[in-house]
Nanobody
Framework: QVQLVESGGGLVQPGGSLRLSCQTS????????VGWYRQPPGKQRELVAA???????NYADSVKGRFTIFRDNAMNMVYLQMSNLRPEDTAVYYC???????????????WGQGTQVTVSS
């Protein structure tokens, strides 16, 4: 069983910054990828940023240049540094860890409980 625990959400004014943290119960090197998703009110969950086991990163177009994902393999932590936040970034943010479960490449996703980020003046 994989456990992911997020922290760092809160209320911030437009233009402000927040750092989200995700503690994983397994070594990050065991995952195909770790990342952050978000679910705005009334909308579907969407990818924000992810980092693969080799270190490659992937960002949603809406956050490029403002958000940075990075990991600390020794501490089994994944972070999302968010800057220049906008009201449209308001959402519940979820930590994700993806495992490859067989030789065909099938994957399983594990999720944290989510942390609320609200951007408002």
């Amino acid at each position: 069983q994989v456990q992911l625990v997020e922290s760092g959400g809160g209320l911030v004014q437009p233009g402000g910054s927040l750092r989200l943290s995700c503690q994983t119960s397994r070594r990050i090197s065991n995952f195909q990828s770790v990342g952050w998703y978000r679910q705005p009110p009334g909308k579907q969950r969407e990818l924000v940023a992810a980092v693969g086991s080799g270190g490659s990163t992937n960002y949603a177009d809406s956050v490029k240049g403002r958000f940075t994902i990075f990991r600390d393999n020794a501490m089994n932590m994944v972070y999302l540094q968010m800057s220049n936040l906008r009201p449209e970034d308001t959402a519940v943010y979820y930590c994700n860890a993806r495992f490859v479960v067989n030789v065909e490449g099938a994957t399983v996703d594990h999720w944290g409980q989510g942390t609320q980020v609200t951007v408002s003046s």
